[in-house]
Each structure stands twice: as structure tokens, then as C-alpha cells.
């Protein structure tokens, strides 16, 4: 098994982008398009503390909201 990377939890009005295809099952194609969007962590725990959960992200200009695996989503200024 592979070391997980260490990073702060996501919150609740975090800014974030997704700059990646994840590697998790649960990433569908129809995701991709999606790759380089920017967007808000608006998912209803204001922690988000287990790597495995999917995080809800509103993407800015869509007004879409997705829900996300943590390892393609990092967060922005």
C-alpha cells in the first residue's frame, strides 16, 4: 500500500482547483472536463477529515456542483 500525502483537510468555502485526474475508482469520465475549473468547497461537513470522502465543490461559471475525490482537488489562493 502507498504512503497517503499529509495535508490539511478541506473546509467548508475553501477555494479550490481541480488540477487533476484522480486516480480513485470513483473519478467518471465525464469528469474530466472539469480539469483546470476553479470552484468552492460547499459540502455540508464543515471539515472534511477522511481522506476517502468524496468533497462537494461548487465550479465557478457552471454553477454546477460535483462531488470530487480529494487526490485531484488542491487549493487556491
Same mark, same amino acid.
Given at each position: 500500500? &502507498? $504512503?497517503?500525502? /499529509?495535508?490539511?483537510?478541506?473546509?467548508? =468555502?475553501?477555494?479550490?482547483?481541480?488540477?487533476? *485526474?484522480?486516480? +480513485?475508482?470513483?473519478? &467518471? $469520465?465525464?469528469? /474530466?472536463?472539469?480539469?483546470?475549473?476553479? =470552484?468552492?468547497?460547499?459540502?455540508?461537513?464543515? *471539515?472534511?477529515? +477522511?481522506?476517502?470522502?468524496?468533497?462537494?465543490?461548487?465550479?465557478?461559471?457552471?454553477?454546477?456542483?460535483?462531488?470530487?475525490?480529494?487526490?485531484?482537488?488542491?487549493?487556491?489562493?
Amino acid at each position: 500500500m &502507498e $504512503p497517503r500525502e /499529509e495535508r490539511e483537510p478541506f473546509r467548508q =468555502g475553501d477555494r479550490v482547483e481541480i488540477y487533476r *485526474v484522480s486516480t +480513485d475508482e470513483r473519478w &467518471e $469520465p465525464y469528469m /474530466e472536463q472539469y480539469v483546470g475549473m476553479k =470552484g468552492v468547497v460547499t459540502d455540508p461537513d464543515m *471539515v472534511i477529515n +477522511d481522506p476517502e470522502a468524496l468533497v462537494e465543490v461548487t465550479l465557478e461559471g457552471t454553477g454546477g456542483t460535483h462531488r470530487f475525490p480529494q487526490d485531484c482537488l488542491r487549493k487556491v489562493g
